[in-house]
């Protein structure tokens, strides 16, 4: 599966953004989609995820309340409005897919899942 990012940008802080992730190449429906930011020099962080097919969805304890997830299958995309931002949410933010059913067929919670496929990353900065 191949993953595209795009939304990222410069915003004030207060600001709001919306990322989007558009998925091509397999079932959308097969995988949860999370979104992760990475910042020079330290660990990548889980942000959020999202399994469309049965409502799982995740958030760090970092931006709940401000960011909600979406996703609209029949555009083969996910959403990740971004809303009250502070400078430290400026990152790289990428998108990631993974299969949400396991090899046992066990369906994962979107927290669960192995993500394998990921986008090329879009950056947002937030700065006055």
């Known amino acids: 599966v191949q993953l595209v990012e795009s939304g990222g940008g410069l915003v004030r802080p207060g600001g709001s953004l919306r990322l989007s992730c558009t998925a091509s190449?397999?079932?959308?429906?097969?995988?949860?989609i999370g979104w992760f930011r990475r910042v020079p020099g330290k660990a990548r962080e889980a942000v959020s995820c999202?399994?469309?097919?049965?409502?799982?969805?995740n958030y760090a304890d970092s931006v709940k309340d401000r960011f909600t997830i979406t996703s609209h299958s029949a555009k083969n995309t996910v959403y990740l409005q971004m809303n009250s931002l502070k400078p430290e949410d400026t990152a790289v933010y990428y998108c990631?897919?993974?299969?949400?059913?396991?090899?046992?067929?066990?369906?994962?919670?979107?927290?669960?899942?192995?993500?394998?496929?990921w986008g090329q990353g879009t950056p947002v900065t937030v700065s006055s």
């Open positions: 190449g397999d079932d959308f429906d097969a995988y949860a």
């Open positions: 990631a897919a993974g299969a949400r059913i396991n090899e046992y067929d066990i369906v994962l919670p979107c927290a669960r899942v192995p993500f394998r496929f």
């Open positions: 999202i399994s469309s097919a049965d409502g799982s969805i």
